[in-house]
């Protein structure tokens, strides 16, 4: 089992800046992919971001790169998101997710990951 705690949300201006954490607990983090995703009221929930393995190779949304970018701390057990740049449209819950990653996987559907935060509420003000 992993558990996971996401913190960090808050109102936050549009063009500003947010760092959401991801603290694990349990089983090796280092062996999950760690994927972050946003649902905003009324969608379905989205991949935003994904740490596919403890060598750092990432991915991003189209709608978040150049903005967003993920990394971890495998020693700390946590992974980030630092978010620069915030659009009103990027108001949503963030999730962070844990997964074992294959080459048959991609890591950006939810069904991909078999744990989840509680998700933090991040809200961009225009």
């Known amino acids: 089992q992993v558990q996971l705690v996401e913190s960090g949300g808050g109102l936050v201006q549009a063009g500003g800046s947010l760092r959401l954490s991801c603290a694990a607990s349990?089983?090796?983090?280092?062996?999950?992919?760690m994927g972050w995703f946003r649902q905003a009221p009324g969608k379905e929930r989205e991949f935003v971001a994904v740490?596919?393995?403890?060598?750092?190779?990432?991915y991003y949304a189209d709608s978040v790169k150049g903005r967003f970018t993920i990394s971890r701390d495998n020693g700390k057990s946590t992974a980030y998101l630092q978010m620069n740049s915030l659009k009103p449209e990027d108001t949503a819950v963030y999730y962070c997710?844990?997964?074992?990653?294959?080459?048959?996987?991609?890591?950006?559907?939810?069904?991909?990951?078999?744990?989840w935060g509680q998700g933090t509420q991040v809200t961009v003000s225009s």
């Open positions: 997710a844990a997964g074992l990653f294959s080459s048959s996987r991609s890591m950006t559907r939810p069904y991909e990951y078999n744990y």
């Open positions: 349990g089983r090796t983090f280092s062996s999950y992919a």
């Open positions: 740490n596919r393995y403890s060598g750092d190779i990432t």
